[in-house]
């Protein structure tokens, strides 16, 4: 007979992690399946707005990211086209509804490392690619893609964009959003000099931006609508002599150009950016008894409001406070549909505002964007503070 375990975490990323390390911080045990042989450390950098430091501190490892990278000054943002200043905005001490901002630019792979460093060592199992899901009275029994199967109690869904979960519960697939976005990463053997700022150049059919993870290291990326002139190859050194010379051919400052080049070939990475229709997880089930999902699985999103990790920890610290709960009452189909009633609006909310900033923040159309360097760029730079003005309260006290 297989084993039954309580709570089944599918996938090892930011979600499942910060999962596991909310549901131990409240006593509460769980195994996380991991399809990859080590921790994935995929992606270089992610911005983190204040609701993911609020959920990081409620986590108890706020104080730890915080020690290796350096906190957002500014916001600027400047227009492709003229070189110009279309928004500024303070990100340092600015104030929110709810409390202080802060913004960071944060290492994928140190922010993914200290969390699984945090979970007792037998918490995670790596190689264990689930394959299928079935039922089995009130268990799940999950067939992993090396013949063995386990039966969960709970099972929680953290398997990225093409979840096997979400297929389960019988969400709609994402959909691609016709962008595509390559990232990168320059290291420096002392100081790079640059400022603590996070610079967005908008327009042109284009995004990118810069923003400094610590005294050594930039992270920078680059979204773009490919037009069907774009010969675009997945070759790292020809994706990046294409950005840099969109990048040229507009007034783009040097400086992020010069961090491009920086950046090692290996250290290039390209995706096709997909979204979950907000009208599919306002009316799909996003739980189902004792089973959901979170993270890219839940909410895959455009990445224009840097949201998506942001949302996948807010999303793990507010289950784990209702998980944990419902294992105690032992009702966890209560504790699954407050999380949905929680979580639904939110989420769909925050794909389409991310959506729309993208699309006006790209578009090379003349009258968007005359609007967009007249009015819209401070209403969005602005828009960027009012998504991450949320709480996503507390597990304990640390
Ligand atoms: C270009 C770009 C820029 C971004 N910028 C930002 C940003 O600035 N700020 C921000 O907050 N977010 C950003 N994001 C979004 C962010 O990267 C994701 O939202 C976040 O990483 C999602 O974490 P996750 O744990 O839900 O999924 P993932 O990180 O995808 O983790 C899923 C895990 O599940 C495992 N898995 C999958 N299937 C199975 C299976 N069947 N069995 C076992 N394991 C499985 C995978 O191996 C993986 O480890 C960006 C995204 C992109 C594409």
């Known amino acids: 007979m297989e084993p039954v375990e309580d709570i089944v975490i599918v996938g090892a990323g930011l979600a499942g992690l910060a999962t596991a390390l909310g ?31 609020r959920a990081l501190d409620a986590l108890g490892i706020g104080g730890k990211v ?102 389960y519960l019988g969400l709609k697939e994402p959909d691609f959003s016709g962008h595509l976005s390559a990232r990168g990463f320059a290291e420096y053997p002392t100081n790079h000099g640059v400022k603590p700022e996070y610079l967005l150049i908008t327009g042109g059919g284009f995004r990118a931006g810069m923003l400094p993870t610590s005294e050594r290291s930039i992270y920078w990326f680059f979204t773009w609508r490919p037009s069907k002139k774009d010969k675009i190859d997945q070759n ?59 993270g890219d699985a839940l909410h895959p999103m455009t990445p224009d409001l840097g949201q998506g990790g942001c949302m996948a920890l807010e999303d793990s610290v507010i289950l784990a406070r209702y998980l944990s709960d419902s294992v105690y009452t032992g009702n966890i189909e209560k504790g699954m549909e407050k999380f949905a009633k929680d979580r639904r609006w939110r989420c769909a909310e925050v794909i389409t505002r991310a959506y729309v900033v993208g699309f006006i923040q790209q578009s090379s159309n003349c009258i968007v964007s005359f609007l967009r360097e007249k009015v819209l760029a401070k209403i969005m730079a602005k828009s960027l503070l009012k998504t991450p003005d949320y709480d996503c309260g507390k597990l304990r006290n640390f």
């Open 23 to 53: 549901l131990q911080r409240r006593g509460v045990k769980s195994l996380v399946l991991e399809s990859s042989p080590a921790i994935r450390s995929s992606g270089f950098a992610l911005g983190m707005w204040t609701n993911a430091w």
């Open 66 to 167: 915080r020690e290796h990278h350096i906190l957002g000054e500014r916001l600027v943002v400047l227009s492709s086209s003229s070189g110009a200043t279309s928004a500024e905005l303070r990100l340092k001490g600015a104030q929110g509804k709810i409390g202080k901002h802060e913004f960071r630019s944060v290492k994928r792979d140190s922010l993914v490392e200290i969390l699984a460093n945090e979970l007792p060592k037998d918490t995670i199992r790596y190689s264990s690619k689930v394959v299928l899901i079935k039922e089995d009275g009130n268990l799940k029994l999950l067939h992993l893609a090396d013949g063995s199967t386990i039966r969960a109690k709970v099972l929680v869904g953290c398997d990225g964009i093409y979840s096997l979960v979400a297929k």
């Open 236 to 294: 790292t050194t020809k994706m990046r002599e294409f950005i840099i010379e969109k990048l040229t051919t507009s007034k783009a400052p040097n400086e992020i150009i010069e961090v491009i080049k920086k950046s090692e070939m290996n250290k290039v990475l390209s995706s096709h950016l997909r979204y979950r229709s907000p009208f599919s997880l306002l009316n799909g089930s996003i739980t189902k008894r004792n089973i959901c999902v979170i």
